[in-house]
């Protein structure tokens, strides 16, 4: 009696209505307490499987797994690393000028109704502030810039940095030994599954998802920095990597990079219709890339209805912040290929479809 007991609690559990929304509502809390060591694991989690194919490959050739997972993190430490260097430098100057800019902005958008003495007399004002040669205008919060605040933050995103390609390389490593000493542990208790077959056709097809997300988001970010760059945009490439970067939260992403993008291009340039031209490229691009490119790619099989990732994204941005967001939509992609392979899962699976 005592050994069919625990084995038999989960089903007790999701039988009752009221246990399911408790055991549900007590998970959510503890993701939301435990934010802070889970979305390291998650982010690495996930980049592990992207990377994966290639320890395999390698391994297949000779490469021992923990040298070739090595290797791998240490190319993506230092892309990250030179990306970091490259970009900081101008999106600090851009958040420090961001009290003058929005003034600028505010001033090209008052109503038709205002004067034209008030409206020349303000920005005068502005300029008069803007106008200062070697001393740029730095945001005070409690005694200190701006750039100040930025760089104490650093400490925090290093070390989650840092914490997130260990477990990366501990995930390429030694993940596969972990999944097959599961696999034993479950047979030992009696419980014949199909725990590494599931798991590797799981993985493999993640693997493809999350590597071909990836690429189509690496290439719609060099041709935004490209056609930025083409329109006389001022730092293309710090625009075409957050355009790359947000558009793994879809519609919420894309529509954040497209405003940033509307209200440099209008601080930029003085005509109208050449303000007009780099917001509208990039709604061109995002609508093809979202319309034609990533379903003919992806297929139908993976296609995720729109309802439940804009729902996603908004949910995980709640319970993780801005990391919760990016992770949204691979979430769900891991649920909805998970369902398809595992029986009881797949009620499941065809919710989130399309």
């Known amino acids: ?11 007790a559990v999701w039988s009752s209505p009221a246990l399911s929304v408790l055991a549900l509502l007590a998970i959510l809390y503890s993701a939301y307490l435990a934010r802070s ?10 980049l592990s499987l992207v990377l994966t194919p290639a320890v395999r490959t390698m391994h297949r050739k000779g490469v021992p797994k923990a040298v070739s997972a090595a290797g791998l993190v ?12 490259a970009l900081s430098g101008p999106a600090v100057s851009w958040l420090e000028r961001a009290p003058v800019l929005m003034q600028r902005l505010e001033l090209e958008l008052i109503p038709l109704k205002e004067t034209v003495r008030e409206v020349a007399e303000a920005a005068k004002k ?3 502030m803007a106008a200062v040669e070697g001393a740029a205008p730095t945001v005070e919060v409690a005694g200190s810039s701006l750039r100040g605040l930025i760089y104490a933050h650093t400490r925090g995103l290093v070390v989650g940095a840092v914490s997130i390609l260990f477990l990366l390389y501990f995930f390429l490593a030694w993940g596969g030994v972990l999944m097959r000493r599961l696999e034993s542990w479950l047979r030992l208790e009696g419980r014949e599954t199909p725990l590494r077959e599931i798991g590797r056709q799981v993985q493999a097809e993640l693997s493809r998802y999350l590597a071909t997300i990836t690429a189509i988001n690496v290439v719609l970010g060099v041709v935004v920095t490209v056609t930025l760059y083409l329109l006389g945009m001022p730092n293309p490439a710090l625009w075409g990597v957050m355009a790359g970067l947000l558009n793994f939260a879809p519609y919420i992403g894309p529509f954040v990079t497209l405003v940033i993008i509307a209200i440099v291009s209008m601080l930029t340039f003085d005509a109208p219709v050449q303000s007009l031209l780099p917001p509208a490229a990039f709604l061109l691009l995002t609508a093809l890339e979202g319309q034609l490119i990533t379903p003919s790619i992806v ?15 908004v949910f995980w941005m709640w319970l993780w912040g801005i990391p919760g967001a990016l992770m949204a939509v691979p979430i769900l992609a891991i649920l909805k290929i998970s369902g398809d392979r595992i029986e009881h899962l797949q009620p499941m699976a065809r919710v989130l479809g399309r």
């Open 126 to 128: 502005v300029e008069e």
């Open 299 to 313: 297929g139908r099989n993976l296609a995720l209805n729109p309802l439940v990732v804009f729902v996603s994204i």
């Open 37 to 46: 060591l889970l979305i390291p694991m998650a982010l690495a989690l996930m």
């Open 1 to 11: 009696m005592n050994d069919r007991w625990p084995r038999a609690l989960p089903a």
């Open 74 to 85: 240490a190319l993506l430490f230092a892309a990250i690393a030179y990306a970091l260097l």
